[in-house]
């Protein structure tokens, strides 16, 4: 990729369809479980949240947006509330709940949340996804409560400058434990160039079917809960580009009328409206990685 211009044929020939298949392996059309898109799960598999809403970093093709958004930290009275209430809909029974943005290590009260994360969710996995550009910062307070409450710091390994043997010597020192995201402690990060049909004329349904995230990748964001994580951050990207990708009551799932259990696996397990503004035909792999320049066309097809 050259200059300002984004050149979306810009891909590594050497390493695409060797991603691609990763991709689909990690991220297939199907539920963790085995099930189909649309057979409800018994028990949620996971489902993340953001601590910050903006990013250091700030990638290309970001699905959080997180390079559009403006400086945000969570609440952490929302936060507890909302874990309070979703834990007893779900019988604390959650596999894995990734704790997230944007770059969560920017939230200058991050420990707290982790504390009540772990409260509320005894037996989940809990990743504190990063980009590790501040571990090496952070104070002994914070890898003893990474330690205490078992919490995995799940490090996203970027082409960046970073003393990734250091990070791994501390996190060791204090018995934390510690895993790269995917693949990339093993290979070369790479991007997916996810668009979106500004005109939302995709088939929702089929969408639905086909999507990465949809009933596998939910998203908690102040009291609602989402089948994927593109529909809950849209608001960045309509904000930062003056778009109106609309949301609606029949995007999500309150958490606060949802009676029980089965019901809010019911409805992840269907398509919503806003399933019709993502092209999932146009997805492509493979990018080499970098920084966002912001250009709208990292969204969306870019027009002849």
Known sequence: MKGAH????????????????????????????????????????????????????NCQFCDHFAPLAVKEFADIKVFEKDFSKLSELLDAKVQ????????????PKL???????????????????????????????????CSDNKITITHTKYPIKLDFDKIIEVAKQYGVRYEYYGDTGFGLKTSCHAPLDLEGKQNAYINFKKCSQANDCCFLSKGRLFTCTVAPNIHHFNKFFKKNLPLSSADYIDIYEARNKDEIMQFLSRPIPFCRYCYIERRTFGYEWQKSRKDIKEWTIEQS
């Open 111 to 145: 420990n707290d949340f982790l504390y009540v994360a772990r409260r509320h969710f005894p037996k989940a996995k809990l990743s504190l996804v990063t980009n590790g550009i501040l571990l090496l910062k952070k104070k002994e307070d914070f890898w003893n409560v």
């Open 96 to 107: 894995q709940i990734g704790l997230m943005g944007g770059e969560p290590l920017l939230h």
């Open 6 to 57: 984004l050149d979306l044929q810009g891909r590594s020939s050497l390493t695409f369809h060797k991603l691609k298949d990763h991709f689909f392996k990690l991220y297939k059309g199907m539920t963790k479980n085995g099930a189909n898109k649309n057979t409800p799960q018994k028990n949620l598999d996971y489902f993340c949240v953001h601590i910050v809403e903006h990013c250091n970093l």
